[in-house]
């Protein structure tokens, strides 16, 4: 069974940055997309940013465009994310899953999910 661990939330600062890890628990990056979401309380899931199996092709939400990354070290079967300037509205659960095939920013596309690490912006 693959399993998916995030860490790296906490609190911070708006403006501010954070890097977030999704270690996957088998040597699969090859095979499975990535994909991080976020829910906050009383909204939707929604994705964020997904990365490829093969080449690392990424894609990201309109909201994250030019203040995240999403990248992998498979060596460490490890995908992270990236958040800078970042905006009260993020606070969130962010969420890493994983799936076969393309990555996608659908949640319901993904068969795998973390535990989830708590973000939290604020001053």
């Known amino acids: 069974q693959l399993q998916l661990v995030e860490s790296g939330g906490g609190l911070v600062q708006p403006g501010g940055s954070l890097r977030l890890s999704c270690a996957v628990s088998?040597?699969?990056?090859?095979?499975?997309?990535i994909g991080w979401f976020r829910q906050a309380p009383g909204k939707e899931r929604e994705g964020v940013a997904c990365?490829?199996?093969?080449?690392?092709?990424?894609h990201f939400a309109d909201s994250m465009k030019g203040r995240s990354r999403i990248f992998r070290d498979v060596a460490k079967n490890t995908v992270y994310l990236q958040l800078n300037s970042l905006k009260p509205e993020d606070t969130a659960v962010y969420y890493c899953?994983?799936?076969?095939?393309?990555?996608?920013?659908?949640?319901?596309?993904?068969?795998?999910w973390g535990q989830g690490t708590q973000v939290t912006v604020s001053s």
């Open positions: 899953a994983a799936r076969i095939g393309n990555p996608l920013l659908s949640p319901n596309e993904y068969g795998y």
């Open positions: 088998e040597l699969s990056l090859d095979y499975y997309a």
């Open positions: 990365i490829s199996s093969m080449f690392g092709t990424t």
